[in-house]
């Protein structure tokens, strides 16, 4: 089965740096288009990072310049990197996935079908 398990969410002070896991199975990264989302309660989801199978990368506005999205094909894993974290990144932040070649809006959660748990991450000021 496919499988989408997130790791690495915790308590940071602002500014401080946290690196998300997404581990996957039944399947292989290299063929598909992967995504990191957040959600914050009482708040519409939002895709915060992408990347196809091609390695290319998309990132939200909000977190252009703090945050990496990066896969390790061989491992079957996708990280965010978060640094310079800001009191306005608290949310759980899932994993999704899609078995596609082209992603046309790689922040939209309707391209994607196949979601993590998700790892709740908390930034205090």
């Known amino acids: 089965q496919v499988q989408l398990v997130e790791s690495g969410g915790g308590s940071v002070q602002a500014g401080g740096s946290l690196r998300l896991s997404c581990a996957a199975s039944?399947?292989?990264?290299?063929?598909?288009?992967m995504a990191w989302f957040r959600q914050a309660p009482g708040k519409e989801r939002e895709g915060v990072a992408a990347?196809?199978?091609?390695?290319?990368?998309t990132y939200a506005d909000s977190v252009k310049g703090r945050f990496t999205i990066a896969k390790d094909n061989a491992k079957n894993t996708l990280y965010l990197q978060m640094n310079s974290l800001k009191p306005e990144d608290t949310a759980m932040y899932y994993c999704?996935?899609?078995?596609?070649?082209?992603?046309?809006?790689?922040?939209?959660?309707?391209?994607?079908?196949?979601w993590g748990q998700g790892t709740q991450v908390t930034v205090s000021s």
């Open positions: 999704a996935a899609v078995r596609s070649l082209v992603v046309v809006t790689a922040l939209s959660s309707y391209e994607y079908n196949y």
């Open positions: 039944g399947y292989t990264y290299s063929s598909v288009a």
């Open positions: 990347i196809d199978s091609d390695g290319v990368t």
